[in-house]
């Protein structure tokens, strides 16, 4: 197999693939089966938020290491059609920069295994996407909305687009990409006052909110474990505002716990990977804009397919490094380890 080393020592990975059964599934050896593919199409973005990356950006890929629309394709539809993925999600970056993703949308939407297709995007342009994106196939959007103070906005992102990212949404609504989920991340003495504004905002307009807890995957390597705002916290602010029962419904190897507020139907979510981690129940394979496979987002190796591709790969050795890949994948991410290694690469060119 062809990992290629990040330079970061390896954790809790293996490359014996001996014991691994005759499947064609993305099994690994923790009997865990991923059907969920994160695909980053760019890692360019049109933000800064400050919990993601520097002000003044950072060395974007080239275009030439960018896969094309082609080699998008042909590596979603091995996924989709040979590996037993069903849920392609697209992210980056901002992946609304990508001036094939209409098309990328459509050929996965075209798939005769049709797969569930959804859409993480900082929302700006939208409202502009919005239709030909229904047209393409598109079925619903994870929109991130931090804050709804114009200035609270400016600083975080630092830039000002708030009205923007707010239209997006309203348009997301309005073509039925639902359910519209609103992804927001809490800073200590920026936006952290907002828990309940967000949530009440997000009620209102049929949006289902959910609370992320801040990962060590910013390129500045700035994250510190005491700044941030737990889940604990979080539940703790809600329920000062809000009644919030456990949601009883099934979780399956969705990443957010679930509450429903003041007796529901409304929910809310809270996505707490650092302090109630759900490894175990994890789901999902990776694709980098460049060709990279990652069996998790805290990997430390990843796995060329852009080099053999480019290389007249046939499609069974693509297979062959996908399935071993996930066969390899650590049992968890070990943030609470002594051997916890932030990623060389940041989240936005991973695809959060
Ligand atoms: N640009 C798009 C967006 O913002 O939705 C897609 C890519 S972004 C990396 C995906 C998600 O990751 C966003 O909801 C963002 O808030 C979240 N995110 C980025 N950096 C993070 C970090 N260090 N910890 C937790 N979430 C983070
Ligand atoms: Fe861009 Fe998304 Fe990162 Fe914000 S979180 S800078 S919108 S990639």
Redesign the pocket.
């Known amino acids: 197999m062809t990992a290629v080393d990040l330079g970061i020592p390896l954790v809790r990975r293996t490359t014996d693939t001996s014991a691994r059964p005759d499947t064609t599934r993305l099994v690994d050896r923790f009997g865990r089966i991923a059907t969920d593919l994160r695909v980053s199409l760019i890692d360019k973005?049109n933000?800064r938020?400050t919990?993601?990356m520097p002000a003044e950006g950072l060395p974007w890929l080239k275009r030439a290491e960018l896969l094309d629309t082609e080699e998008m394709n042909r590596l979603i539809r091995i996924a989709v059609e040979e590996l037993g993925v069903t849920t392609v999600r697209f992210?980056?970056?901002?992946?609304l920069l990508r001036q094939d993703l209409v098309d990328i949308i459509a050929a996965t939407a075209a798939l005769p295994s049709r797969p569930t297709t959804s859409l993480?995007?900082?929302g700006i342009n939208l409202g502009g996407f919005a239709e030909p994106l229904v047209r393409a196939g598109l079925n619903r959007v994870?929109?991130?909305l931090?804050t709804l103070d114009r200035d609270v906005f400016k600083q975080l992102t630092r830039r000002d687009r708030l009205d923007d990212v707010l239209a997006g949404l309203a348009a997301a609504k309005e073509m039925r990409l639902e359910p519209v989920k609103v992804?927001a991340?809490l800073m200590r003495g920026i936006n952290d006052h907002e828990a309940g504004d967000l949530l009440r905002f997000c009620i209102e307009r049929g949006y289902q909110l959910r609370f992320?807890?801040?990962?060590?995957?910013?390129a500045q390597h700035e994250?510190d474990r005491g700044q941030m705002i737990t889940a604990e916290e979080i539940l703790e602010r809600l329920g000062s505002e809000f009644a919030l029962t456990p949601d009883v419904a099934e979780r399956g190897s969705a990443p957010a716990e679930r509450w429903l507020v003041d007796g529901g139907p409304a929910t809310v979510g809270v996505i707490a990977?650092v302090t109630r981690p759900f490894c175990a129940a994890c789901d999902r394979t990776r694709l980098t804009a460049d060709g990279q496979l990652r069996s998790c987002l805290f990997s430390t190796t990843e796995t060329d397919l852009r080099g053999p591709m480019r290389a007249g790969a046939e499609d069974a050795e693509l297979i062959r490094l996908w399935q071993e890949t996930m066969w390899a994948k650590a049992a968890g991410h070990g943030m609470d380890s002594g051997e916890f290694a932030q990623p060389s690469r940041p989240?936005?060119a991973i695809?959060?």
């Not at 992210?91 to 992946?95: K, L």
């Open positions: 973005c933000l938020c919990y993601c992210t980056g970056g901002e992946p993480t995007t900082n994870n929109v991130s931090d992804n991340v992320i807890e801040q990962m060590p995957l910013d994250w990977s989240m936005s695809g959060g």
